[in-house]
Structure formats: C-alpha cells, structure tokens
C-alpha cells in the first residue's frame, strides 16, 4: 500500500526566518521548513525558566565584586576576570534569552521573524566572549602557579581591564562573520575553534598546573624543622592556589559539559544529511539550550566555593534586607562586630603578613 505525505503550506505571512535563515553542509535540505511548534515552545518555556535564575544570579555576582566592603575582590586580577565572565553571563540572560522567547513566540505562531539575525548577533558574542575569558582565565591560573614573582608583579588590574576590554572587541568583530555564513554554518566554525581552544589551550595549561602544584607541596613537605614559619608561610600560598586552581577547573568542567555535547549537535546539523527537519530543528534549539545553561551555573560555582564571594553576597543582602525592615543601625552595629571578630581572628592567626596574603584570605 502506497503511503502519501501532504505537506500543508502555511501562507498566512512569509516564512522570511527560515528563507533567510542559511542552513549549513547537510542542513541546506531544511531551507525554508518551519521548526515544529513543540520544539518552539519548548525552548521558549527553557529560556523563560533560564532567564528568571541568570539575570540574578550574575547580578548578585557584579554587585558583591563592585560594592565588597573590605575592596579584597577588586584587588584580585583573577577576580576581575571572573566579573568581566559574569557581565558575559548576565548579557546572555538579559538580552539573549528574552530575544530568544520572542523569536520563537513568533515562529510557533508562523509569523515573519526575519530580525532573529539581532539575537543570534548577541548571542556569539556572548558565546565568544564566554570562551575567551575561560583561556584568558586558564592563562591567569597558568602563570600565578608557574611563575608567581612574575605574575605579582605584571598582571596588574590595568592590564586586566586592557585583557577584558580586547575580549569583547575580538569577540564583536568575530561574530560579524555570521552575515556572511549564516546561523549554523557559523555555529560550526564556532564549534571547531571551541574544541580546539578546550583540547590546546585548556587540557594541555591544566595538566601542566597540577603538575607544578604538587612538585611544590612535595618541595614544601621537604622543608627543615627549622624553617617553620616560611613553611606555615608557603603552605597558606600554597592552600590559596590550589582552591583558586580547584574552582577554575570546576567552572571549566562545567563549560565542557555545556558546551561538549552542544558542539557535537552543530556537527550533526552541519554534517547530517540524512537527518529530517525536525531533528535539525531539535538540534539548532538544543544546542541554544545547553550553552546559555553554562550562563545559569556559573554564578554558583563562584557563590559556593569562594569564601571572598560569600562574605560580599552575605554583606550585600544584610544590607538590602535591613534596608527594606528600617533596621539600618542594627545592620551597622552588626557589620562593626563582624569586622572587629574577623580583624581580631586574623591578627592572631595569621602571625607572618604575605604580600598575598590578604587576597587569599578574602578569596579563598
């Protein structure tokens, strides 16, 4: 019994998102095929969900950095690396995200989306910048442990913000070529620069930093009994490098998770001939997904391993609370007794100064 497929044509409005949307390699068979509805709805419902958590989370993030009462945060290059990923995140939430809900809003109604080429704009550059600031992070790490004397006294914060700001220009310039490519053919270029920067730059600076670490904590371990106060020393240093080190590498295993399996679902979009619209659909929208989930986590990476960011959080929302009950005075009486426990606790412990050591103490 022969099977026949009708194909029902909806002219209501011009399909001008999917004529001018450039589909890639194997994809150029899905040119002019609205996605499903569900697959439409389903991202909008995620992005929704992902933009209420985002906006706040990296929010919160900004906010503990720029208004830290003690200033330890600001004072950390890394640190600043860290609020120039998170303005990246809180892009991806509060531009990003909402663009994306309208646009597929109006793809499962078959309405004209053919300004979609905005938030896809955005959104490699968001992508960009997210993956720069990682090598640019891993770099930072990569040198404080390597070569510390020349890390303290060249990375400055100047040349921080000057690292920061060549960031989001590369990144802005690079997805202009996006007009040329197209959406998925562009997503492909991205996706191979994404396991070459993770597999040459990332892997190959991590495995060469854990190595360094533990020939220090081996070297420390070998130190006379005589020398015990440069022993206590440079086992604090010690202690604040590998938690620093130890969170990084969460943030980035939580990047691969992300963007690993996102990577692999361009490949197929680009290289699946076989594959029906709708799996390429799944796909294209699939991928959006997992990498603006990156933007989600990292906020919580920084929140619950950084003792620095705990102490701003939990200062910054003391004093919106006690704002908002009227009980501004108690909040101050309480923030000078924790500012005189915390300087007595330090002065006792902490018996030899370090020129870092008061950004380990905040940070780590």
């Not at 009708?6 to 002019?32: D, F």
């Not at 990682?134 to 442990?145: E, G, K, N």
């Not at 492909?188 to 730059?201: D, E, M, Q, R, S």
Request: charge should be positive; charged fraction near 15%; proline fraction near 3%.
């Amino acid at each position: 019994m022969l099977q026949t497929k009708v194909y029902i044509i909806e002219c209501q409005t011009p399909n001008v998102y999917l004529q001018e949307y450039k589909m890639g390699l194997g994809a150029n068979h899905c040119k002019g095929v609205w996605a499903p509805r569900e697959v439409s709805l389903t991202t909008l419902s995620v992005a929704a969900v992902y933009c209420l958590i985002t906006v706040p989370g990296n929010l919160l993030i900004i906010l503990s950095v720029l208004l830290d009462p003690k200033k330890s945060l600001r004072r950390t290059p890394y640190i600043l690396l860290v609020l120039n990923l998170a303005i990246t995140d809180l892009i991806v939430g509060a531009m990003v995200e909402p663009f994306s809900m309208y646009t597929h809003v109006r793809e499962a109604a078959r309405l004209s989306i053919s300004y979609s080429w905005l938030s896809q704009f955005v959104y490699f550059i968001c992508c960009t910048a997210s993956l720069l600031s990682l090598c640019i992070l891993t770099i930072d790490r990569y040198l404080a442990i390597i070569s510390p004397m020349w890390y303290r006294v060249n990375m400055t914060n100047p040349r921080v913000t000057q690292a920061s700001v060549f960031i989001w220009l590369l990144s802005f310039a690079s997805s202009g070529l996006l007009f040329v490519t197209g959406f998925v053919m562009y997503a492909f270029i991205f996706a191979i620069l994404t396991l070459f920067c993770a597999i040459f730059i990332l892997v190959f600076t991590y495995v060469r930093i854990f190595v360094v670490v533990k020939q220090k904590v081996k070297d420390l371990n070998n130190l006379h009994q005589g020398d015990a106060e440069r022993k206590k020393a440079q086992e604090r240093n010690i202690l604040w490098e590998r938690k620093l080190t130890k969170t990084h590498l969460v943030m980035l295993l939580a990047f691969l998770a992300c963007y690993g399996p996102a990577c692999i679902m361009i490949f197929l979009m680009n290289l699946c001939s076989s594959c029906s619209c709708d799996v390429i659909h799944w796909l294209r929208d699939m991928h959006f997904v997992l990498i603006t989930f990156n933007s989600l986590i990292n906020p919580f990476v920084y929140a619950l391993r950084l003792a620095g960011f705990r102490e701003a959080i939990r200062h910054l929302l003391l004093s919106c609370f006690c704002w908002r009950g009227g009980a501004v005075a108690s909040y101050n009486d309480q923030e000078a007794s924790y500012t005189a426990e915390t300087s007595i606790t330090r002065s006792t412990t902490l018996s030899v100064p370090q020129p870092v050591q008061n950004e380990s103490s905040s940070v780590a």
